[in-house]
């Protein structure tokens, strides 16, 4: 008998006959409108959900925190944590219950806008987590690296991202020996490859809060040739604390000045 296993973060889960590690570092959240000067700070709390393999037949529940500073020369860097629930582990035996699995993970990361550009921004970061489903128990870390696009109208910046990424199981204890799990226990620590896209849009209000909203879709898969697909929706807000952008005054029009008449003084 197999269990289906979806393992949940904040980007989504992965669900086949074996455990898939989730990379450590979705749901991204990281772009915004907030322009503001080097030191400043945002703070923001996220929630989202969605579903996994293929046909997307287990869903998923997660939260997430992201704190961000912005530093000179168009570098950012911030540290994100989140939490997870697996809605729907099931079991392809009728007579065997679904078993909800738990999950807790946490990045670091580093965004660099290159010159003055604000359209385009580079993304590396790294991090793990642990996850837990009854019988099983797993740790896992690995990097990532991505690059995103956008633009701001006004107070409103829609975006694009495309991210690559692995995640490695480091350590994996089966709790109940003689199980599928620890049949497959091989199959557990392979390495899970990544190629995520995402879309998003957030806005900035008067208050100095943010909103944002963001749509992530993927693949996920293993040296061995096993391939889940993923997708994710998520949202929340942000705050931003420090001072916004300075804005450089335009040039004088010379036109206007007032004529020399002449006199002195």
Request: hydrophobic share 35%; aromatic share 8%; charged share 15%.
């Amino acid at each position: 008998m197999h269990r289906r296993i979806a393992v949940a973060l904040t980007l989504g889960a992965l669900s086949a006959c074996t455990t898939f590690a989730p990379p450590p570092m979705m749901m991204h959240q990281t772009e915004t409108t907030f322009r503001s000067e080097p030191g400043a700070v945002n703070l923001g709390g996220f929630v989202g959900g969605g579903a996994a393999g293929l046909p997307f037949g287990d869903g998923f529940l997660g939260a997430l925190g992201v704190a961000d500073v912005l530093a000179p020369a168009g570098w950012k860097f911030g540290a994100s944590g989140a939490i997870g629930l697996n809605t729907s582990t099931s079991s392809s035996s009728s007579s065997s219950p679904a078993v909800n699995g738990s999950l807790k993970s946490g990045r670091l990361f580093a965004q660099y806008r290159p010159g003055k550009q604000d359209w385009v921004a580079v993304q590396l970061g790294g991090g793990g987590g642990s996850y837990s489903r009854g019988d099983l128990a797993m740790n896992y870390a690995g990097p990532d690296l991505g690059v995103s696009v956008g633009h701001t109208f006004g107070a409103v910046r829609p975006y694009l991202t495309a991210t690559g990424a692995f995640s490695q199981p480091f350590q994996v204890d089966n709790q109940t020996p003689g199980s599928t799990a620890q049949a497959d226990i091989d199959q557990y620590t392979s390495r899970v490859y990544y190629a995520i896209g995402g879309i998003g849009v957030c806005g900035d209000t008067p208050s100095g809060v943010e909103l944002s909203a963001e749509l992530n879709t993927g693949v996920g898969w293993q040296p061995h040739g096993r391939t889940n697909g993923m997708f994710s929706l998520s949202g929340g807000l942000r705050y931003r604390f420090g001072a916004p952008r300075k804005v450089a005054p335009l040039p004088p029009n010379l036109d206007d000045e007032p004529e020399d008449d002449g006199g002195g003084s």
